[in-house]
């Protein structure tokens, strides 16, 4: 088996994420989101070069996460399998308007992973669809860069390492953060280290 590097890059804020609302990645990175990515595009160059030299680059469908692959100066292939959750009747609503309107429902989503009560993907939904692209990856090998969303990097390192589903709200992932997921044989390995590693 060829072995698996794996960098999967949160997309930069957008006004959603900054408002804590559901979906709004297709609104595109804010001022201060696309400011943030070309730093630290600029800042990565500087240490360790381009990102993407000598790796397949791949993009959620999002505008957010699209540019911010163009901040960092990749040219990726769409993928529909790291598309954001489908958050339903939520979409573009904020956490506090559905905790005020539909405390159950919420209340629901966020205890039970396997229920989406806003007529969406449910959160194990999103890990399953996210996690045979991560299996598939894991069988090609190579080198790959993937500008996603936070969730999805999230339920990606709970199936990667085999943690329970409820974990995943106990996995916290910054807007530009980027996880490294390494393989040379069966497992997938979390790789933590300075930012030119």
């Given amino acids: 088996m060829t072995g698996t590097s794996l ?6 804020h957008t006004a959603a994420l900054r408002r804590a609302r559901f979906g709004g990645a297709d609104d595109g990175l804010d001022e201060g989101g696309l400011r943030a990515a070309l730093a630290q595009a600029r800042a990565g160059a500087d240490r360790r070069g381009p990102l993407g030299v000598n790796a397949t680059c791949l993009s959620s469908p999002a505008a957010a996460a699209r540019q911010t692959a163009d901040a960092f100066g990749l040219l990726p292939t769409i993928e529909t399998a790291l598309a954001d959750c489908d958050y339903g009747d939520w979409s573009g609503r904020s956490l506090a308007e559905i905790a005020d309107t539909q405390p159950q429902a919420l209340h629901d989503w966020l205890s039970a992973p396997d229920t989406a009560p806003h007529g969406g993907e449910s959160v194990t939904a999103v890990r399953d669809r996210v996690g045979s ?25 709970v199936h990667a390492l085999g943690l329970p ?29 300075t930012p030119g590693a």
């Fill in 7 to 12: 960098r999967l890059v949160a997309h930069g």
């Fill in 165 to 193: 589903m409820a974990t995943y709200r106990q996995v916290d992932v910054e807007p530009l953060a980027v996880v490294r997921l390494t393989s040379q044989g069966a497992r997938w390995h979390l790789r933590l280290g």
């Fill in 133 to 157: 692209w991560l299996d598939e990856q894991h069988r090609a090998g190579g080198r790959v860069i993937a500008v996603t969303h936070p969730l999805v990097i999230r339920v990606a390192v």
